[in-house]
T-cell receptor
Framework: TQLLEQSPQFLSIQEGENLTVYCNSSSVFSSLQWYRQEPGEGPVLLVTVVTGGEVKKLKRLTFQFGDARKDSSLHITAAQPGDTGLYLCAGAARGSARQLTFGSGTQLTVLP | DAGVTQSPTHLIKTRGQHVTLRCSPISGHKSVSWYQQVLGQGPQFIFQYYEKEERGRGNFPDRFSARQFPNYSSELNVNALLLGDSALYLC??????????FGEGSRLTVL
């Protein structure tokens, strides 16, 4: 069974601060995705990383896939209240791109 | 274009009852997946259907079943409900190799 561990589980910071969320596993994934989920809504895809060592940037968000494709991180620079939400990482095994293993999530609150 | 639509949005059942949840995918999407999200946890994969055939099943008991119809909509059925089945049930649709688009979910409470 593949498991993804996310840390921290909860994070409350002030506007303008930087933060990093970690997603770790003992299993290798063919790809890893990051989602953001707001209350009453389903998760929305932010990014997919496929290659070991890959780094992708989405405005103030930087995503990195570990060299061994077992871990990933999400770094947010100068967080804003609009970044508040539940951040989920999800891994896909080879041949099972639609059958994702999700982490338990990081609930981020950015205070104005 | 309409996104993934799920119904009902909220429902309350008692232990032992049966529930049917429905999902309409985005037009053109032939793959539908179901996930269970218990409060405070990430979603857990239940089923995937593509072209009306089951393509994957997660670690859920046989009380959980699903099907996909010719118009690619899908139903998730849960029999003999337990308190632990209380969760947000998410449906996601996609093209065969594309991004998953999630609906807003059906919030099931079992009393």
């Amino acid at each position: 069974t593949q498991l993804l561990e996310q840390s921290p589980q909860f994070l409350s910071i002030q506007e303008g601060e930087n933060l990093t969320v970690y997603c770790n596993s003992s299993s290798v994934f063919s790809s890893l995705q990051w989602y953001r989920q707001e209350p009453g809504e389903g998760p929305v895809l932010l990014v997919t990383v496929v290659t070991g060592g890959e780094v992708k940037k989405l405005k103030r968000l930087t995503f990195q896939f570990g060299d061994a494709r077992k871990d990933s991180s999400l770094h947010i620079t100068a967080a804003q209240p609009g970044d508040t939400g539940l951040y989920l990482c999800a891994g896909a095994a080879r041949g099972s791109a639609r059958q994702l293993t999700f982490g338990s999530g990081t609930q981020l609150t950015v205070l104005p | 274009d309409a996104g993934v639509t799920q119904s009902p949005t909220h429902l309350i059942k008692t232990r032992g009852q049966h529930v049917t949840l429905r999902c309409s995918p985005i037009s053109g999407h032939k793959s539908v997946s179901w996930y269970q999200q218990v409060l405070g946890q990430g979603p857990q994969f239940i089923f995937q259907y593509y072209e009306k055939e089951e393509r994957g099943r997660g670690n859920f008991p046989d009380r959980f079943s699903a099907r996909q119809f010719p118009n690619y909509s899908s139903e998730l059925n849960v029999n003999a409900l337990l308190l632990g089945d209380s969760a947000l049930y998410l449906c996601a649709s996609s093209f065969p190799a594309g991004e998953l688009f999630f609906g807003e979910g059906s919030r099931l409470t079992v009393l």
